[in-house]
């Protein structure tokens, strides 16, 4: 019932005023990221990778979520893990005002990848419980905003930055799955496993709301290397990764924000 309530219902409930409206959402699927960079609070981590590119950041009224201006487009960003709750987050900042979805984050590897290399799901296949609620069985793959994908495909290619793009399978939890599961789902071609994309791209599907996942390679789970065998080399390759996500998001915020 709470996907049909109207969004002015939202935004009075929360108190969301005209100037704290969200032209974009930013969201970022963290796991280990907090803890790599020796942070304990949440907005702390976030803020200190988005003060430096935003304006007049203020608090918006859901948990860790912030608000600031970039070039006169209103940039709200948040934390989230794990299908459910980023479905919630998501759906209220549409319910805000929100006309643009970017999730940033990371993900486990089923192809051989480097560690920290940049990653564009062109699809993902819904193997998580959050979308089944808005989608049902059917449409099991879900797409990002076609446009969106294909600038920043030429945008990598024009700045020589390396990068994969293919279908990402996300899933419930991370803690959960077997070696056989790894290797079939290899042999089945998906590119890497996550939390959230599916959840992004099916709200924008639902939303009529344009979205993007820019992800970046945090553990070859698909060659049997976990997060506990990263060394220091890329530890620091994956801290550089996550500066550049907000980069990047930054930069379809001004192509597509407004």
């Not at 600038?151 to 070696?179: A, C, D, R």
């Not at 996942?213 to 065998?229: K, N």
């Not at 220091?232 to 930054?250: C, I, S």
């Amino acid at each position: 019932m709470y996907n049909q309530v109207h969004e002015k219902k939202w935004q009075e409930w929360y108190g969301v005023t005209e100037e704290n409206k969200p032209d974009v959402a930013i969201v970022w699927g963290i796991f280990s990221s907090i803890m790599e960079e020796k942070f304990h609070l949440v907005p702390e981590f976030l803020k200190s990778h988005f003060e430096h590119y935003l304006t007049n950041i203020r608090p918006l009224n859901l948990p860790h979520t912030f608000i600031g201006e970039r070039n006169g487009t209103k940039v709200a960003f948040t934390h989230v893990y794990g299908g459910a709750y980023c479905l919630d987050q998501v759906l209220k900042l549409v319910k805000f005002g929100a006309k643009l979805l970017i999730l940033i984050g990371h993900f486990g590897g089923l192809k051989d990848l480097r560690i920290g290399q940049i990653f564009i799901p062109s699809s993902a296949f819904r193997s998580d419980g959050a979308t089944f609620h808005l989608l049902g069985d059917n449409d099991r793959f879900v797409y990002p905003t076609i446009e969106i994908e294909s600038w920043l495909h030429q945008y990598l290619t024009n700045q020589k930055i390396p990068f994969e793009h293919g279908t990402i399978k996300t899933v419930s939890t991370m803690t959960s799955q077997s070696e056989e599961m790894i290797n079939e789902w290899r042999r089945q071609g998906f590119v890497g496993l996550d939390l959230e994309t599916a959840v992004v791209f099916s709200v924008g599907k639902i939303h009529n709301t344009k979205c993007i996942s820019i992800l970046h390679h945090s553990d070859h789970v698909g060659g049997g290397r976990l997060i506990f065998d990263i060394t220091e080399g890329e530890m620091n390759a994956k801290k550089e990764a996550r500066k550049l996500l907000v980069k990047l998001a930054l930069e379809v915020v001004e192509k597509f924000g407004k």
